[in-house]
Nanobody
């Protein structure tokens, strides 16, 4: 599975962005999808995930109520809608895919990763 993120950019605090992650391969529907983010000098952190069925979603406490993850299996794409952005949301955002059992929060459970897209929120 190859993953390509898009939709990052520069936005003012309080604004919105929608990230997209396009997946190649016919087995997209078999994978849970996740979004992680990383700031230079810090560990990569979990942001959101969606189960392979799309029925279950998971969010980091820091983004709950502001971010929303969804998937469109017909388009092999997963989205991260980010609203009410804060300067602390500034990071490189990565899309990931994996066959997940148990917790979705750990990056080591994801087998495939995109190259990342930069999100910068100005104050």
């Amino acid at each position: 599975v190859q993953l390509v993120e898009s939709g990052g950019g520069l936005v003012q605090a309080g604004g919105s962005l929608r990230l997209s992650c396009a997946a190649s391969g016919r087995t997209f529907t078999s994978y849970a999808m996740g979004w992680f983010r990383q700031v230079p000098g810090k560990e990569r952190e979990f942001v959101a995930a969606i189960s392979w069925t799309g029925r279950n979603t998971y969010y980091a406490d820091s983004v709950k109520g502001r971010f929303s993850i969804s998937r469109d299996d017909a388009k092999n794409t997963v989205y991260l809608q980010m609203n009410s952005l804060k300067p602390e949301d500034t990071a490189v955002y990565y899309c990931a895919a994996g066959i997940i059992s148990g917790s979705y929060y750990y990056d080591y459970k994801y087998s495939y990763w995109g190259q990342g897209t930069q999100v910068t929120v100005s104050s």
